[in-house]
C-alpha cells in the first residue's frame, strides 16, 4: 500500500513568509503527527492529529498550526517565518498509538 | 519531562563486526520504546518497538534490543553490521497511553568501514 506522502519535497521561502506544508497518511490510519528535524535541536514533536481533533502539542510558537480533514489528510502552516524554521519537516501516520509510519519530509529553508 | 539519551555521536564499526548503540532514558513509568533508522535525505523507519513483555525484543533487518529496567536503557544490537546498515539511528520514548507525542534522542551516526 502506498506510504505517507509529503508535498512539497523541497521549498524556499523568505523571512516573514507563510508556508503549508501538506500530508498524506496511509490509507486508514487517522493519526497524523508533525516533527520538525533540525541538525541542532534534533527532532522534536510538532502536534498531532487524530479524527480531526488535536490530540497532543509540542512547544512550538503559535506561528505553528496544522489541521487534520475528514479524509485524514493534513496541513501544517507556518506563518512569519523566521530563519530558524529552516528544517526539514516530517509526517508521520498511525492506526492509533504506537508505530508510527513517517514521510520523507518536507525540506524548507528560509532565506 | 521524559528525555531519552544517546550517549554516541558517532560510531564506526567493520563490515561483519557486531555493534551496539546505546540509548537511556529518564521517565516516570515504563514507557513505550521504539529505535528508528534513517538514511540520508530519507524519512524514519521504525526497526523494532517494546510495549511490553519479553525485554529481548527482535525488529527488521536482523536488529534486536533489550529493555532493562533497572538501568533504564534499551539497547540495539545486530551481530553483523552489513555495510548498507550505514544511518542515522535514533532511539524514542512514548508516554503510554500519551498518543503518539514520541521524544526522540539525539540520534547516533553510524558508520561501516570495508
Known amino acids: 500500500k502506498a506510504g505517507v506522502t509529503q508535498t512539497p519535497r523541497y521549498l524556499i521561502k523568505t523571512r516573514g513568509q507563510q508556508v503549508t506544508l501538506s500530508c498524506s497518511p496511509i490509507s486508514g490510519h487517522r493519526s497524523v503527527s508533525w516533527y520538525q528535524q533540525t541538525p541542532g535541536q534534533g527532532l522534536q514533536f510538532l502536534f498531532e492529529y487524530f479524527s480531526e481533533t488535536q490530540r497532543n502539542k509540542g512547544n512550538f510558537p503559535g506561528r505553528f498550526s496544522g489541521r487534520q480533514f475528514s479524509n485524514s489528510r493534513s496541513e501544517m502552516n507556518v506563518s512569519t517565518l523566521e530563519l530558524g524554521d529552516s528544517a526539514l519537516y516530517l509526517c508521520a501516520s498511525s492506526l492509533d498509538a504506537g508505530e508510527l509510519f513517517f514521510g520523507e519530509g518536507s525540506r524548507l529553508t528560509v532565506l | 519531562a521524559q528525555s531519552v539519551t544517546q550517549p554516541d555521536i558517532h560510531i564506526t564499526v567493520s563490515e561483519g563486526a557486531s555493534l551496539e548503540l546505546r540509548c537511556n532514558y529518564s521517565y516516570g513509568a515504563t514507557p513505550y520504546l521504539f529505535w528508528y533508522v534513517q538514511s540520508p535525505g530519507q524519512g524514519l523507519q521504525l526497526l523494532l518497538k517494546?510495549?511490553?513483555?519479553?525485554?529481548l525484543v527482535q525488529g527488521i533487518k536482523g536488529f534486536e534490543a533489550e529493555f532493562k529496567r533497572s538501568q533504564s536503557s534499551f539497547n540495539l544490537r545486530k551481530p553483523s553490521v552489513h555495510w548498507s546498515d550505514a544511518a542515522e539511528y535514533f532511539c524514542a520514548v512514548e508516554r503510554t497511553g500519551g498518543g503518539n507525542k514520541l521524544t526522540f534522542g539525539t540520534g547516533t551516526q553510524l558508520k561501516v568501514e570495508l
Open positions: 517494546y510495549f511490553s513483555g519479553d525485554t
